[in-house]
């Protein structure tokens, strides 16, 4: 019979360790009702071997990739100020590829103390938007759009964007883009601008 979990935190793997620690004790209540003569220092031995083995199997388990998944539950990633924290304070490593293997499950087990204790007040309106605005994955942002429409304005063909704006996106200003639009909203310039040779 084949098993396979998925470990996705050191509190994971705890549990699991209990549950083959519980299944080793019952194998041995087992092995002593059926074998009669089985002595109860051979059942202790087994089972000490199996949670030595257990201990030693869990540690290789985690890989870097199973960091990054931790890392990932906080807002930022490693430029949230907690992971930093963790990063440069407690294993003084400036980067997650730098950690070293023995030390994932001590870094994730950080990690989750920190979320525990993690209780940011919610944003607010204007730095949710501005948050929107640096971590917007395409890296167009406000500014850039603004940028990238310069020499539209300069020729004085704000109606054209103005079109663009109401046909495509149904808004009246850049203002009121999504920040998901961003991009195509940029593509759109790009063609006008040829469109126009500017």
């Known amino acids: 019979m084949k098993m396979s979990f998925e470990i996705e935190s050191v509190k994971d793997a705890e549990e699991l360790q209990k549950v083959f620690s519980l299944l080793a004790s019952k194998t041995a209540e087992f092995a002593e009702a059926t074998v009669p003569g089985l002595s109860e220092k051979a059942t202790k031995e087994h089972v000490e ?62 990690l989750e103390t920190c979320l525990e204790e993690d209780d940011e007040p919610a944003e607010t309106p204007a730095k949710a938007t501005k948050k929107a605005d640096e971590d917007n994955e395409d890296g167009y942002t406000l500014d850039g759009l603004r940028t990238l429409l310069r020499p539209i304005i300069r020729a004085k063909k704000n109606k054209k964007v103005k079109d663009i704006l109401q046909v495509n996106y149904s808004v009246d200003s850049i203002t009121d883009l999504d920040s998901d639009d961003y991009a195509a909203f940029a593509e759109d310039i790009k063609e006008l601008i040829e469109e126009l040779d500017l």
């Open 49 to 110: 071997e199996v949670d030595e083995d257990e201990a030693t199997s869990d540690a290789p388990d985690l890989t870097l990739t199973d960091v990054k998944r931790v890392v990932k539950k906080f807002d930022g990633g490693t430029k949230h100020p907690a992971v930093k924290n963790v990063m440069k304070s407690k294993f003084k490593i400036k980067a997650l590829s730098a950690l070293a293997e023995d030390d994932f499950a001590k870094f994730i087990a950080e």
